[in-house]
């Protein structure tokens, strides 16, 4: 008989089998694991990393996983143009929220939702797991584990690859200007560079290369086929405590995390909060109402700034303290030195640094690295381009001209307005603090208080380069651009150094200014704001003050005296409506300041030459100083074009203290006097009147060689007709913008008729100006300028009546109709005999009689 044995018997006599193969197969791992890290370099800190020459294994521990930590992109060497410059965030304010994840043996890098929210435990809060899921960004196998369950995976292929998606910067810079360019990541020629951790964080750099497959890239690139980037990635702890938000309000200026929050009673969902430095008491309030901070927001100068402008940078820093303390913090802010052996990349000092590049690209700039979660700001790194302040100092150049000027006052495209939104500077910022310096330059020369080869005093540079740095620690303050904070300033105090000391030239530091130069015989007063400005004090305290109850009080305070906000929405774009909205301007009389200022300039323009040229300077010095004071004239002109049809808009909210009306008409004297002002500056018939000696000595830049632009618009002459009709043609155009037209049509619905000037109005002055020769009889001869300036009228009001813009109210088109037959009809009656006209003036004239006719008659047939 067969005798069956217990199953737990056989199982008891195996189980040493079954044990001694586990532990075998644990100790083998264990070996595997010290194989692998063997002769590694160790790098310990917020993760621990090894690395050898062609791998870098991270080590992940059990309690690594499902922990959710940020993950940012940087280029940290660019090409030094086209966008790609070193230094500058990928993701500005969009950190990445990631955790690891283990699934079949291997390692998940995951990217949550951050930006779906609802609170923890509820319903809600099911509803958003089961719709919005995570984008697993890598994977990588576990290659080994250790007796402490330590696992091991090799990531270098995570960094060295296009994770980043910086290849779409690149794409741009390797446009020839039809799309994209056509470009691959060769990971051939891609290596890791740089391997650091730190307690809060781990910084890995990869010099990554783009294969061009096109022919188009970047004189900076050595050569064109291969393109380097190299790509700074941070990946950083989360507080282990999130900061209590502070909820964002429309009437302050504040960068935004926002969240949709499934279980907020706001109908949109939105839940905003403003992004900001973790600031908290460490005592009760004193007598005066402050406490001393757990700890300050502290900046460190990095020694790549020269030393001439370190305490330049401290000094600029500290003048946040008077902000702080009226947010309840003593010495809430302080600068200091990097400390000796530190390392700018340790998320534990936010630094100031120095940068260079071919080409200016952002001057300065001011991101920083946020919580996603709450928006707490948790490092910031500010650059200054070294370029920037080399354009500061002596040389008479631009590249902003005229017309960009004019445009860019109400132009904004989308993409720059997702810039602008998320802490960008707009492009032309380092041009334009050089191209302002130039003008400084040139009125102290008129003045005798400098002689022409002379740099602008240092005074100058130190003003300037205290402004920029109160501006980006600002904006890594969490502060948003206000264009409207020199409306604060009434005009008669620019050059009142008590008034400004105390209020600012504007009433922030995140304003665009223009650079305040007292007309002859006045006492100068400061060129930039010396401190914060009234309304800084104003935002921060409701930002930064502990008590939310009194955030919720302050935010009310918005219509009071040196509280005045207006964002970059607000100055550009479809939204450019209120006249005291603007960049480069300054006070709260935008358009007086504009007139004394044209007028500053256009007494230099008459004896240009003295005040530029010195013994052995060549002379196309007086051609690019001409195009650099034109930038400024036209920045002086173009903020009158927002008063014709124009509304002061604000932002407070009802039952505010003294609040306003969300938008109040400009009166129609003021408006008036705009137009007047227009004409004036840009159509009357002695506005571009130089002495002929002037334009004689508009001399070639004859340097010939990469990196110099050797003609004016692609002439070795400067090509005056075109470059005078080109800034006439732009303010013309801006004046018939559709939005215009449509927003003086409502205006007279709004506020009657009788306080607008009317489309008929504007219209008919303009056509009486820019046509004066020929308004009444008998007419008189008309110049070469003039005669452009009104091809460029019948060209815009033939487009008016043939195909007018989208959006263009039909009376526009109809009123345009009446001022071309009205000009017809005067044409003909000066052209009936006997007329003196010489050859020029009466073909144009009768070319321009065919062009209205055969525009009239193309205008029946679309009407039919």
Same mark, same amino acid.
């Given at each position: 008989?067969?005798?069956?044995?217990?199953?737990?018997?056989?199982?008891?006599?195996?189980?040493?089998?079954?044990?001694?193969?586990?532990?075998?197969?644990?100790?083998?791992?264990?070996?595997?694991?010290?194989?692998?890290?063997?002769?590694?370099?160790?790098?310990?800190?917020?993760?621990?990393?090894?690395?050898?020459?062609?791998?870098?294994?991270?080590?992940?521990?059990?309690?690594?996983?499902?922990?959710?930590?940020?993950?940012?992109?940087?280029?940290?060497?660019?090409?030094?143009?086209?966008?790609?410059?070193?230094?500058?965030?990928?993701?500005?304010?969009?950190?990445?929220?990631?955790?690891?994840?283990?699934?079949?043996?291997?390692?998940?890098?995951?990217?949550?939702?951050?930006?779906?929210?609802?609170?923890?435990?509820?319903?809600?809060?099911?509803?958003?797991?089961?719709?919005?899921?995570?984008?697993?960004?890598?994977?990588?196998?576990?290659?080994?584990?250790?007796?402490?369950?330590?696992?091991?995976?090799?990531?270098?292929?995570?960094?060295?690859?296009?994770?980043?998606?910086?290849?779409?910067?690149?794409?741009?810079?390797?446009?020839?200007?039809?799309?994209?360019?056509?470009?691959?990541?060769?990971?051939?020629?891609?290596?890791?560079?740089?391997?650091?951790?730190?307690?809060?964080?781990?910084?890995?750099?990869?010099?990554?290369?783009?294969?061009?497959?096109?022919?188009?890239?970047?004189?900076?690139?050595?050569?064109?086929?291969?393109?380097?980037?190299?790509?700074?990635?941070?990946?950083?702890?989360?507080?282990?405590?999130?900061?209590?938000?502070?909820?964002?309000?429309?009437?302050?200026?504040?960068?935004?995390?926002?969240?949709?929050?499934?279980?907020?009673?706001?109908?949109?969902?939105?839940?905003?909060?403003?992004?900001?430095?973790?600031?908290?008491?460490?005592?009760?309030?004193?007598?005066?109402?402050?406490?001393?901070?757990?700890?300050?927001?502290?900046?460190?100068?990095?020694?790549?700034?020269?030393?001439?402008?370190?305490?330049?940078?401290?000094?600029?820093?500290?003048?946040?303290?008077?902000?702080?303390?009226?947010?309840?913090?003593?010495?809430?802010?302080?600068?200091?030195?990097?400390?000796?052996?530190?390392?700018?990349?340790?998320?534990?000092?936010?630094?100031?640094?120095?940068?260079?590049?071919?080409?200016?690209?952002?001057?300065?700039?001011?991101?920083?690295?946020?919580?996603?979660?709450?928006?707490?700001?948790?490092?910031?790194?500010?650059?200054?381009?070294?370029?920037?302040?080399?354009?500061?100092?002596?040389?008479?150049?631009?590249?902003?001209?005229?017309?960009?000027?004019?445009?860019?006052?109400? &132009?904004?495209?989308?993409?720059?307005?997702?810039?602008?939104?998320?802490?960008a500077e707009m492009a032309s910022m380092a041009d334009e603090i050089a191209s302002q310096g130039t003008l400084l330059r040139s009125a102290l020369i008129a003045?005798?208080?400098?002689?022409?080869?002379?740099?602008?005093?240092?005074?100058?540079?130190?003003?300037?380069?205290?402004?920029?740095?109160?501006?980006?620690?600002?904006?890594?303050?969490?502060?948003?651009?206000?264009?409207?904070?020199?409306?604060?300033?009434?005009?008669?105090?620019?050059?009142?150094?008590?008034?400004?000391?105390?209020?600012?030239?504007?009433?922030?530091?995140?304003?665009?200014?223009?650079?305040?130069?007292?007309?002859?015989?006045?006492?100068?007063?400061?060129?930039?704001?010396?401190?914060?400005?009234?309304?800084?004090?104003?935002?921060?305290?409701?930002?930064?003050?502990?008590?939310?109850?009194?955030?919720?009080?302050?935010?009310?305070?918005?219509?009071?005296?040196?509280?005045?906000?207006?964002?970059?929405?607000?100055?550009?774009?479809?939204?450019?409506?209120?006249?005291?909205?603007?960049?480069?301007?300054?006070?709260?009389?935008?358009?007086?300041?504009?007139?004394?200022?044209?007028?500053?300039?256009?007494?230099?323009?008459? &004896?240009?030459?003295?005040?530029?040229?010195?013994?052995?300077?060549?002379?196309?010095?007086?051609?690019?100083?001409?195009?650099?004071?034109?930038?400024?004239?036209?920045?002086?002109?173009?903020?009158?074009?927002?008063?014709?049809?124009?509304?002061?808009?604000?932002?407070?909210?009802?039952?505010?203290?003294?609040?306003?009306?969300?938008?109040?008409?400009?009166?129609?004297?003021?408006?008036?006097?705009?137009?007047?002002?227009?004409? &004036?500056?840009?159509?009357?018939?002695?506005?571009?009147?130089?002495?002929?000696?002037?334009?004689?000595?508009?001399?070639?830049?004859?340097?010939?060689?990469?990196?110099?632009?050797?003609?004016?618009?692609?002439?070795?002459?400067?090509?005056?007709?075109?470059?005078?009709?080109?800034?006439?043609?732009?303010?013309?155009?801006?004046?018939?913008?559709?939005?215009?037209?449509?927003?003086?049509?409502?205006?007279?619905?709004?506020?009657?008729?009788?306080?607008?000037?009317?489309?008929?109005?504007?219209?008919?002055?303009?056509?009486?100006?820019?046509?004066?020769?020929?308004?009444?009889?008998?007419?008189?001869?008309?110049?070469?300028?003039?005669?452009?300036?009104?091809?460029?009228?019948?060209?815009?009001?033939?487009?008016?009546?043939?195909?007018?813009?989208?959006?263009?109210?039909?009376?526009?088109?109809?009123?345009?109709?009446?001022?071309?037959?009205?000009?017809?009809?005067?044409?003909?009656?000066?052209?009936?005999?006997?007329?003196?006209?010489?050859?020029?003036? &009466?073909?144009?004239?009768?070319?321009?009689?065919?062009?209205?006719?055969?525009?009239?008659?193309?205008?029946?047939?679309?009407?039919?």
């Open positions: 008989m067969k005798k069956w044995i217990p199953v737990w018997v056989i199982a008891f006599l195996l189980m040493p089998v079954l044990v001694t193969a586990q532990d075998k197969e644990n100790g083998d791992d264990a070996d595997k694991y010290a194989e692998l890290i063997k002769d590694a370099e160790f790098h310990e800190g917020f993760f621990n990393l090894y690395t050898t020459e062609d791998k870098m294994y991270l080590e992940v521990k059990e309690e690594n996983l499902e922990r959710d930590f940020l993950m940012n992109f940087e280029i940290a060497q660019g090409i030094g143009a086209s966008g790609v410059f070193g230094g500058t965030m990928l993701n500005i304010f969009e950190g990445l929220l990631v955790n690891l994840e283990k699934h079949e043996g291997k390692i998940f890098l995951v990217q949550k939702p951050s930006r779906y929210t609802a609170e923890e435990g509820s319903a809600a809060e099911r509803a958003v797991d089961l719709t919005f899921g995570s984008s697993i960004l890598e994977t990588a196998k576990v290659e080994a584990t250790d007796e402490d369950g330590k696992m091991l995976i090799n990531v270098y292929d995570w960094f060295v690859s296009d994770l980043s998606q910086v290849s779409q910067r690149v794409e741009r810079a390797a446009s020839n200007g039809n799309g994209p360019g056509r470009i691959s990541f060769d990971k051939s020629r891609s290596y890791l560079s740089s391997v650091k951790s730190f307690p809060m964080n781990t910084e890995i750099e990869a010099k990554l290369s783009f294969r061009n497959q096109g022919n188009s890239a970047p004189r900076t690139v050595p050569d064109a086929r291969y393109i380097p980037v190299s790509v700074h990635y941070s990946i950083a702890q989360l507080p282990e405590e999130p900061m209590s938000p502070r909820l964002a309000d429309d009437r302050i200026g504040y960068f935004m995390t926002v969240h949709k929050d499934f279980t907020s009673d706001e109908e949109s969902f939105f839940r905003r909060y403003v992004n900001k430095w973790r600031l908290e008491c460490a005592n009760e309030p004193d007598a005066e109402g402050l406490c001393d901070p757990k700890e300050p927001i502290t900046y460190y100068i990095e020694p790549t700034v020269p030393v001439e402008y370190r305490q330049v940078m401290i000094d600029a820093i500290n003048e946040f303290d008077r902000a702080f303390e009226a947010a309840g913090f003593r010495n809430g802010i302080e600068a200091k030195m990097l400390p000796e052996g530190a390392d700018a990349e340790d998320i534990r000092y936010a630094t100031l640094r120095w940068n260079v590049s071919d080409q200016s690209g952002y001057g300065a700039i001011g991101p920083s690295v946020v919580d996603p979660r709450t928006g707490e700001i948790l490092d910031a790194d500010i650059l200054f381009e070294a370029n920037m302040v080399q354009g500061w100092k002596n040389f008479y150049r631009t590249n902003v001209d005229p017309t960009t000027a004019v445009n860019e006052l109400f &132009e904004m495209s989308e993409d720059e307005a997702t810039a602008l939104r998320n802490g003045r005798g208080e400098l002689a022409p080869d002379t740099p602008v005093p240092a005074e100058y540079v130190n003003q300037a380069m205290n402004r920029v740095t109160m501006h980006e620690v600002g904006h890594t303050l969490g502060l948003r651009h206000n264009f409207r904070s020199s409306a604060d300033t009434p005009f008669d105090k620019l050059h009142d150094k008590d008034y400004t000391m105390e209020n600012g030239l504007a009433s922030s530091v995140m304003e665009y200014p223009g650079i305040n130069i007292a007309p002859p015989g006045e006492d100068q007063g400061y060129f930039y704001s010396p401190s914060v400005g009234s309304y800084d004090l104003w935002v921060i305290s409701y930002g930064y003050t502990p008590d939310d109850d009194r955030a919720a009080e302050i935010a009310r305070q918005a219509a009071q005296p040196g509280h005045a906000y207006g964002p970059d929405e607000d100055a550009r774009g479809s939204g450019a409506l209120d006249p005291n909205v603007n960049t480069y301007d300054l006070s709260s009389d935008p358009m007086q300041w504009g007139m004394q200022r044209s007028d500053l300039v256009k007494n230099i323009w008459a &004896e240009l030459p003295d005040h530029v040229l010195a013994d052995n300077v060549p002379y196309f010095e007086v051609t690019d100083a001409f195009t650099t004071l034109f930038s400024q004239y036209a920045r002086a002109v173009a903020p009158a074009v927002k008063y014709i049809g124009g509304q002061y808009q604000y932002r407070d909210h009802k039952g505010d203290p003294d609040a306003r009306a969300p938008f109040i008409n400009v009166p129609k004297e003021r408006q008036q006097a705009a137009l007047d002002f227009l004409i &004036e500056a840009a159509f009357a018939e002695d506005a571009f009147e130089l002495p002929v000696g002037v334009y004689e000595q508009f001399g070639a830049n004859r340097w010939n060689h990469w990196g110099v632009n050797n003609t004016y618009r692609g002439r070795i002459d400067f090509p005056l007709h075109e470059s005078l009709v080109s800034f006439q043609s732009s303010i013309l155009g801006q004046l018939v913008n559709p939005s215009r037209l449509s927003r003086i049509r409502d205006g007279e619905v709004k506020f009657g008729q009788q306080n607008m000037v009317t489309i008929p109005e504007m219209f008919g002055q303009i056509t009486n100006a820019i046509w004066s020769e020929v308004w009444s009889a008998p007419g008189d001869n008309i110049s070469s300028l003039r005669r452009d300036l009104q091809r460029a009228y019948i060209d815009g009001m033939s487009e008016l009546v043939t195909d007018a813009p989208n959006g263009t109210p039909a009376d526009a088109r109809s009123v345009a109709r009446m001022m071309l037959q009205d000009l017809h009809d005067r044409i003909s009656r000066r052209l009936t005999p006997p007329y003196s006209f010489d050859a020029y003036t &009466e073909a144009h004239l009768r070319e321009v009689k065919v062009r209205i006719e055969k525009t009239l008659d193309a205008g029946l047939s679309l009407e039919n």
